[in-house]
C-alpha cells in the first residue's frame, strides 16, 4: 500500500496552479506559519485536503495523487 503524503501533495499542486503559500494562508485566514506546517505534514482530515482541493480547483483524487510516495 503507498502511504499519501500530504505536505507533497499539497506543495506539487501549488506548483501546478501558481498558487504560493500566502495567497492560500490569506484565503484560508491563516498565518503563513500554518501554511507552513500543512506543507510538511504528512497526513491531513478529509475535510482540509476537500478545502484546498476547492481552492486551487482541482479534484481530490488527483490532488492525492500527487502526493504518492
Known amino acids: 500500500i503507498k502511504m499519501i503524503d500530504f505536505g507533497k501533495a499539497l506543495r506539487t499542486a501549488q506548483i501546478k496552479k501558481n498558487v504560493t503559500s500566502t495567497q492560500l494562508a490569506g484565503k484560508f485566514g491563516v498565518s503563513r506559519q500554518q501554511m507552513h506546517r500543512w506543507r510538511h505534514q504528512t497526513t491531513a ?23 504518492k510516495e
Open 45 to 67: 482530515s478529509l475535510s482540509l485536503v476537500d478545502k484546498m482541493c476547492t481552492e486551487l480547483q482541482m479534484d481530490e483524487i488527483r490532488f492525492l495523487k500527487l502526493g
